[in-house]
């Protein structure tokens, strides 16, 4: 599968975004998403993840509440919404594919397929 991530931008403290994936090649509901991030100089993170059939979601604990992670599997796609933004979440946000959900759901290793990454940059 190919993931390709788009949305990501300039946004002001307390706004909103939303950061999108589109897979292409084996698609559909054949694979667990992960939305992940790389704040500048630090290691990369867990954000969120949505079941094959997108009625399973999990958000990590920091952004609970701020971030919702949706998926159509009619088009192939996966969106991060982020609300209440501060440049804390400032990032290179990448999406990311794996086939099973299980308790290494929040590990960057269990995923083998990757997006390029967008970067959204939180002005304050």
């Known amino acids: 599968v190919q993931l390709q991530a788009s949305g990501g931008g300039l946004v002001q403290t307390g706004g909103s975004l939303r950061v999108s994936c589109a897979a292409s090649g084996r698609t559909g509901s054949g694979y667990v998403m992960g939305w992940f991030r790389q704040p500048p100089g630090k290691e990369r993170e867990f954000v969120a993840a949505?079941?094959?059939?997108?009625?399973?979601?999990f958000v990590a604990d920091s952004k609970e509440g701020r971030f919702t992670i949706s998926r159509d599997n009619a088009k192939n796609t996966v969106h991060l919404q982020m609300n209440n933004l501060n440049p804390e979440d400032t990032a290179v946000y990448y999406c990311?594919?794996?086939?099973?959900?299980?308790?290494?759901?929040?590990?960057?290793?269990?995923?083998?397929?990757w997006g390029q990454g967008t970067l959204v940059t939180v002005s304050s």
């Open positions: 949505a079941s094959r059939d997108g009625r399973t979601t």
């Open positions: 990311a594919a794996r086939g099973n959900w299980d308790s290494s759901l929040r590990s960057m290793y269990a995923y083998p397929y």
